[in-house]
Nanobody, 122 residues
Framework: QVQLVESGGGLVQAGGSLRLSCAASGSIFSINTMGWYRQAPGKQRELVAAITSGGTTNYADSVKGRFTISRDNAKNTVFLQMDSLKPEDTAVYYC????????????????WGQGTQVTVSS
């Protein structure tokens, strides 16, 4: 029903930058919250950042001041600009999108991307 395609992960040295993108497609009527989670080996998945349709953002304390989430509503795309990366940012990053489908009754949905690896070397 809704597909998410992520891109932009990779290997970077500490202090470097990466920009993640996630494009949603399918039977979408509207999108509310878009966000990014991450999961490091042996750890639980955690929220990194989220942004509402109105532009309100929320960040994990560990990334405040270093990461910036943004979205392009016309393209159903969410971005995560990651600056001043640290080795502890190494994880698989997943985007997630919540909204309503274009089917009768406007059922809600929440979809996840396939994940993209971010590795920060020291």
């Amino acid at each position: 029903q809704v597909q998410l395609v992520e891109s932009g992960g990779g290997l970077v040295q500490a202090g470097g930058s990466l920009r993640l993108s996630c494009a949603a497609s399918g039977s979408i009527f509207s999108i509310n919250t878009m966000g990014w989670y991450r999961q490091a080996p042996g750890k639980q998945r955690e929220l990194v950042a989220a942004i509402t349709s109105g532009g309100t953002t929320n960040y994990a304390d560990s990334v405040k001041g270093r990461f910036t989430i943004s979205r392009d509503n016309a393209k159903n795309t969410v971005f995560l600009q990651m600056d001043s990366l640290k080795p502890e940012d190494t994880a698989v990053y997943y985007c997630t999108v919540e909204g309503m489908l274009s089917y009768s009754g406007r059922p809600t949905f929440r979809s996840w991307g396939q994940g993209t690896q971010v590795t920060v070397s020291s």
